[in-house]
T-cell receptor
Framework: DAKTTQPTSMDCAEGRAANLPCNHS???????VYWYRQIHSQGPQYIIH???NNETNEMASLIITEDRKSSTLILPHATLRDTAVYYC???????????????FGGGTRLMVKP | GAVVSQHPSRVICKSGTSVKIECRSL??????MFWYRQFPKQSLMLMAT?????????EQGVEKDKFLINHASLTLSTLTVTSAHPEDSSFYIC????????????FGSGTRLTVV
């Protein structure tokens, strides 16, 4: 799986958009970009994923650059409950190899402030 | 759908005793489950891959005799920390591949183990 680079920490004001960047310059053509987050003392939670096109769901938007070497997760109106560590992971989707697992990097610690 | 239930959520045990952590897939069958360990302010580190009906695969540096994994059914994997020491105190998280969801993996809520 391609390596990702994320800032260690970010702050965001409550109600504003939180934009979390991720660099994945060695991503392969068949690798997807996944975002998970981990609220303190909980298991990781899936947010969104994409391959080439920008994606949006009820939680967030994912913007992937045209060369796919970087992406940005956008939380449009951050709340205090969005304070968490956000992980960007790139891997092949639907790989049926039962041994494949998610590899977590350091992630970005997002602090949403009142 | 694709919910993984993990119990207990937190446990305190004495040094030298054993602790069992359960991970259940509630609404799907999981032939493979993954066990992670997370120390404070660090990321998740994979410990082992649990395979239903066969032996678990352990990551380098993880003692298989200390961290016993049993995956006897398609919905249950257990991790037993044997002869626990204070340095085993950590946050343990299980995960399973979530079928038919598109997003790949679902995680348990984690178990906070404190060895005193």
């Amino acid at each position: 799986d391609a390596k990702t680079t994320q800032p260690t920490s970010m702050d965001c004001a409550e109600g504003r958009a939180a934009n979390l960047p991720c660099n994945h310059s060695t991503i392969s053509g068949n690798e997807y970009v996944y975002w998970y987050r981990q609220i303190h003392s909980q298991g990781p939670q899936y947010i969104i994923h994409g391959l080439k096109n920008n994606e949006t769901n009820e939680m967030a938007s994912l913007i992937i650059t045209e060369d796919r070497k970087s992406s940005t997760l956008i939380l449009p109106h951050a709340t205090l409950r969005d304070t968490a560590v956000y992980y960007c992971i790139v891997r092949v989707r639907g790989n049926n190899n039962a041994g494949n697992m998610l590899t977590f990097g350091g992630g970005t610690r997002l602090m949403v402030k009142p | 759908g694709a919910v993984v239930s993990q119990h207990p959520s937190r446990v305190i045990c004495k040094s030298g005793t054993s602790v069992k952590i359960e991970c259940r897939s509630l609404d799907f069958q999981a032939t493979t489950m993954f066990w992670y360990r997370q120390f404070p302010k660090q990321s998740l580190m994979l410990m082992a891959t649990s395979n239903e009906g066969s032996k678990a695969t352990y990551e380098q540096g993880v003692e298989k005799d200390k961290f016993l994994i049993n995956h006897a059914s398609l919905t249950l994997s257990t991790l037993t920390v044997t002869s626990a020491h204070p340095e085993d105190s950590s946050f343990y998280i299980c995960s399973a591949r979530a079928p038919n969801t598109g997003y790949g993996y679902t995680f348990g809520s984690g178990t906070r183990l404190t060895v005193v």
